[in-house]
């Protein structure tokens, strides 16, 4: 079973910004997909944002323009830059890898509150 361990949630002030990163047990160019999820309390976790194999992305139309997500195969790491940050940002944010035959695998979260 693969690793992630998920670093860089805090406390941010509104338009500012914070840097997530997941880094995995294993090189990152095995999986299908790796990406962040979100969930805020009473609310469904949701798709923030997935980078494949090829390195093609795709993100939830709520962070769009403000996120980005990258990778660093030699470090095995997943980076989510969020910029511009909004109140409704707020969320507990997991680190997620999908393997070619669909299975998941989650981190343990990390919290981000934006909040002045």
């Known amino acids: 079973q693969v690793q992630l361990v998920e670093s860089g949630g805090g406390l941010v002030q509104p338009g500012g910004s914070l840097r997530l990163s997941c880094a995995a047990s294993?090189?990152?160019?095995?999986?299908?997909?790796m990406g962040w999820h979100r969930q805020a309390p009473g609310k469904e976790r949701e798709l923030v944002a997935r980078?494949?194999?090829?390195?093609?992305?795709n993100y939830a139309d709520s962070v769009k323009g403000r996120f980005i997500i990258s990778r660093d195969g030699a470090k095995n790491t997943v980076y989510l830059q969020m910029n511009s940050l909004k109140p409704e940002d707020t969320a507990v944010y997991y680190c997620?890898?999908?393997?070619?035959?669909?299975?998941?695998?989650w981190g343990q979260g990390t919290q981000v509150t934006v909040s002045s």
């Open positions: 997620h890898l999908t393997y070619y035959g669909g299975d998941n695998t």
């Open positions: 294993r090189s990152i160019f095995s999986f299908y997909a």
């Open positions: 980078i494949f194999n090829g390195g093609s992305t």
